[in-house]
């Protein structure tokens, strides 16, 4: 017989709702992240991973001035008493606290290789050294002297501070950057001393704001240094609501070559733009011929940066030039600002500019409270240490017998002497050489000593303004240490107003000058054909698409659009597609309703005046610079109710001829329609049925020319338009014969250019 298996017990299973459960976990690991990596404490603008670098450093002894310790070292320590994480992600945080290129103040000597700001990566940690710098000790110091909370390491080996001391204002002057789960920040470098000058002020006015704290604090201030175009209201607006974003741009001075030829040489870049990938994207575009203006650009960089800019010829704007590689590449830059920290360790929120120092003085004043408390019970026991000792020197004989005759001398001592267990421990601890008579003067001054600072210390505890205005002095020292005749402290960043130019002048300098016929279809796919294509009989269209419009112009040009919602439209021919293809939609490029149509296009040209009609037979005479758009939705020019826009004509003459799809034309003269702006207009010609098919202008002249569906040319002088020439608002009798069946002037629907488009024609 087989055995009887029997189930095990069943395991001890909790249901929990999957949304409860998920809720749970998703909180947890944002808290996580956003509490242990990704946000800076607003105390001491560290993150976790760089507050236990520069304290096991700290634990090392590798202070300013002493011998550089292998990084791999540093790392390896970090990582075994602190930081559970990965050595490559803790020694390129090290990396970064080292690189005078993406820190302000460094916080870390690095010797070796530890990368530029070309992009390219340190050394192997093995190969690196490092020690603390002097900021890095000014944010250390008191941490031996119970100035902040310790907390237990990952394992419990060890205990880690939560916080810096704190005496350098970290969090502004050297920034930070990080994202989180749900939140970011984005904190640019500032200047020390500024910070300090700001620092002092809120001291005096704590109920100071930030606008007025930019007195002091300009801006940012970047290693790599660079010029801030952004206007003072905008900073202003940045640091009050701690979000914004700073304009930066490259240095750069003009250089002459002689024979009055010049070149342009870069001498700052924007922060944490590397300079190598800055070079290449230059040249991409030169080679893809987006900057015409720009010949060639060398890199002759050595310690400092020197990035060589030739033009194309000694004619081209200097000024111009720089604009539109500001406007291509990172030579200008975008640096955010968003003050999203930890408030008291705990709290993530996003902080202005006096709120933020605000939390660094708070915590400077704690700091200074718990060190003095700390030296307070330093002195309290040393007193009562250097009691016991004036107790044993005037008693040194009996002492001495009761050491030497004793077993236990020390509950004797404390009974005979009424001593306590400290002073008792401290006199059998003494050493044979202080038993000199000279040691009794010294204890009675050192005693003398102490309480004179005690009574110093307890007044600083008892006061509050003693208590700011040590903070002060301090703050004071770091102002002098890193003033503006330093060489660290000294502003990199400038400002400045950005030139204005005009925008069309940019956009032209962008763009290679190249003669293209643009080509619109029947429903509205729109391409730039390569030179002025005269014959357009090889061009191809999608199934059931044909041509409607055409039109030679160049690629700095721009193409109008006039469609039947009343509304015209402007598209860069630059960033047309090539005539490989079919082409694109125009709507990829304006924001054209489905059931809205192209009535006309053509190259914009400015100062012409156009006749634009509806299909009620209702227009009016506007300037063509009346009618640009510089949005995606156009502008609205012909006002339109239960009716749409038909036709465009360009004022060329006295005389208007107006067809309806009725046959029937009227011919009136010009002036009897108003030019406006906007509007709805007047009646141009009267229908029973239907309503307008076309219109155009001519001079009496010249007479009236149209075009038949062979594309032969047939003209009517102004005696042979007699039996058609009429009033405004007159129905018209039926076209002449021969007029073409599709009831329009020009059936081709080729819209001819300006003339000096066509000046540079092949």
Known sequence: MGKTLIPPDPPDVQEVALRQALEERYLAYALSTIMN?????????????????????????LNPGAAFKKSAKVVGDVMGNFHPHGDQAIYDALVRLAQDFAQRYPLIDGQGNFGNIDGDNAAAMRYTEARLTEVARLLLDGIDEDAVDFRPSYDGSNDEPSVLPAAFPNLLANGSQGIAVGMATSIPPHNAAELCDAALFLIDNPAARSKTLLKYVQGPDFPTGGIVVDPKSSIAEAYTTGRGTFRVRARWYKEDTGRGTYQIVVTEVPWLVQKSRLVEKIAELVNERKLPLLADVRDESAEDIRLVIEPKSRTVDADLLMESLFKLTELESRIGLNMNVLVKGR??????????????????????????????????????????????????????????????????LMKTFKLTDVQADAILNMRLRNLRKLEEMEIKAEDKRLRAERTQIKALLGSAKEQWKTVGAQIKDIRDKFGPKTALGKRRTTFAEAPEHDLAAIEEAMVVREPVTVVVSEKGWIRALRGHVSDLSGVSFKAGDRLQFAFPTETTAKVLLFASNGRFYMIDVSKLPGGRGFGEPIRIYVDLEQDAVVVAAMAFSGGRKFLVASHAGNGFIVAEDECTANTR????????????????????????????????MVIFP?????????????????????????????????????????????????????????????????????????????????????ADANSDED
């Open 633 to 664: 939705k156009g502008k609205q020019v012909l006002n339109l109710k239960n009716d749409q826009a038909r036709a465009l004509a360009l004022v060329d003459g006295d005389l208007v001829a107006s067809i309806g799809e009725n046959r029937k």
């Open 347 to 412: 709290i993530p929120k996003v902080l202005g500019l006096a709120e933020v120092l605000r939390e660094w003085l708070d915590h400077r004043r704690e700091v200074l409270i718990r060190r003095s408390k700390f030296r307070l019970g330093q002195i309290e026991h040393r007193l009562e240490v250097l009691g016991g000792f004036l107790v044993a020197y005037l008693n040194l004989d009996k002492v001495i017998k009761i050491i030497r005759t004793q077993d236990e001398p020390k509950p004797v």
């Open 37 to 61: 990596r990704a946000l800076p404490d607003a105390r001491d603008g560290l993150k976790p991973v760089h507050r236990r670098i520069l304290y096991g450093m700290r634990v090392l002894n």
């Open 670 to 754: 010009i002036g009897d329609i108003p030019e406006m702006t906007r509007g709805r207009g007047v009646r141009l010609q009267r229908y029973k049925e239907k309503g307008l098919a076309d219109v155009t202008t001519f001079g009496a002249e010249s007479g009236l020319t149209w075009v038949d569906s062979a594309g032969r040319s047939f003209t009517l002088t102004l005696k042979e338009l007699r039996d058609w020439r009429g009033k405004r608002a007159d129905a018209g009798r039926l076209a002449p014969k021969g007029f073409p069946k599709s009831n329009r002037f020009n059936p081709a629907t080729v819209v001819n250019a300006p």
